[in-house]
Each structure stands twice: as C-alpha cells, then as structure tokens.
T-cell receptor
Framework: RKEVEQDPGPFNVPEGATVAFNCTYS??????FFWYRQDCRKEPKLLMS???SGNEDGRFTAQLNRASQYISLLIRDSKLSDSATYLC?????????????FGAGTRLFVKA | DVKVTQSSRYLVKRTGEKVFLECVQD?????MFWYRQDPGLGLRLIYF???????EKGDIPEGYSVSREKKERFSLILESASTNQTSMYLC??????????????FGQGTRLTVV
C-alpha cells in the first residue's frame, strides 16, 4: 500500500462547478501537508499548505482530518485554467530530518 | 524568486552509459532532492541531501548515486544507464535543514530516454 494515496481521476467538470479531491495517508506520524499543482509538461508548484484548522485561499479550501488521516482540496467556481494535476504531499519527521512523500496526483479537466 | 535549474531539458543516452544530471539552486537552500516521475506512479524520491557532502537514500536509490560538493549543486549519476531509467527527473530544493513546513521549489525537469 502506498503511504499517500490519491484517486488518479480524471475528474471532468464544467466551468463553474465545485470539485473536491481527497488524499489519504497511512503514517500517523505525518506532520505537514500540502497541495501542489502540476501543469502538463511543467514542474510541480506549491498551491497551498494545509493547516489543522482548515484554510482557504480564494476559491480553494484545504482541510485536514487527522483522525481519519486524510486531507482534502475543494475548488469552487472552477475555471478552465484550473485544469492540471493536483499532488498531495505529506511530510513526516525522521531522526535528523524529514521525509517528503508525494501522491501520484489527481487529474482535473475543466471544460467550457 | 527562487530558481532551480537543471542542466538539460531532454537527454538521449545509450544503455550502459554513465549519465550525469546536474541541478543548481540560487537561494542558499540547505535541502535538495532528486525525484523521478512516471505515469501512474507520481514522484518517487531517489536521493536527498540536507547539507554539503551529505546524502540520504530515498525510496528508489538502486542504480543511482549523487554528489553534493557545493551547497548550490546536487548531481544525480546513473552509473550504467538502463532502459528502465527512462523517465522524467525532477530536482527540488527547500529551505531549512529539518524544517517541516517549507515549500519545495522544482526545476523544470529533465526527460531522459535510454535507448
């Protein structure tokens, strides 16, 4: 079983729709959580961090559920430009450092 | 802006060749990483480094080695390239040795094809 799992999709939604992705992680020692966005043939870039109390950045809302070990990303009023792959990222502490684990990503297509 | 630069966008190498992938970052980041990205598998960590001359194995280090002689440069070496190492290779850096809440910045990637 992978340490971080995401539904690969693709999610095909019309413009203006609300779409949500979940990501589950298996190691309860995981400490920090992020969503990255990767456009086709581009490198991943940070979309937002995920805080314990949940956080919002414009049309994007991220939530963390430690009890059930998942994080979520909600996109409201989808735009064509939201089409991308969304990567869930989990950081876990190690002796002397930390480990970054990426999910395989969820593909989103927003259509006119 | 942080800049992470990988030496090549595209490389084609022959089986058995020794291959060097170079990565340079210009923001004095302590942490540097090498990943490979394959369809359906996402990003998998090959090696990482928290400091100069320091290296740690990631999840798939077999067939690879790394070198970090200077803080800004992290090199990935394929000792004897094989066709199953055909992939997209991504270098990343982040600030703060041991910190858990820092953003990783990625290079543009090197698409390596081994024939």
């Amino acid at each position: 079983r992978k340490e971080v799992e995401q539904d690969p999709g693709p999610f095909n939604v019309p413009e203006g729709a609300t779409v949500a992705f979940n990501c589950t992680y298996s190691n309860s020692a995981s400490q920090s959580f992020f969503w990255y966005r990767q456009d086709c043939r581009k490198e991943p870039k940070l979309l937002m961090s995920v805080y314990s109390s949940g956080n919002e950045d414009g049309r994007f809302t991220a939530q963390l559920n430690r009890a059930s070990q998942y994080i979520s990303l909600l996109i409201r009023d989808s735009k064509l430009s939201d089409s991308a792959t969304y990567l869930c990222v989990v950081l876990r502490g190690l002796t002397g450092g930390f480990k970054t684990i990426f999910g395989a990503g969820t593909r989103l297509f927003v259509k006119a | 802006d942080v800049k992470v630069t990988q030496s090549s966008r595209y490389l084609v190498k022959r089986t058995g060749e020794k291959v060097f992938l170079e990565c340079v970052q210009d923001m004095d980041h302590e942490n540097m990483f090498w990943y490979r990205q394959d369809p359906g598998l996402g990003l998998r960590l090959i090696y990482f480094s928290y400091d100069v001359k320091m290296k740690e194995k990631g999840d798939i280090p077999e067939g690879y080695s790394v070198s970090r002689e200077k803080k800004e440069r992290f090199s990935l070496i394929l000792e004897s390239a094989s066709t199953n190492q055909t992939s997209m290779y991504l270098c990343a850096s982040s600030l703060g040795q041991g910190r858990l809440n820092t953003e990783a910045f990625f290079g543009q990637g090197t698409r390596l094809t081994v024939v």
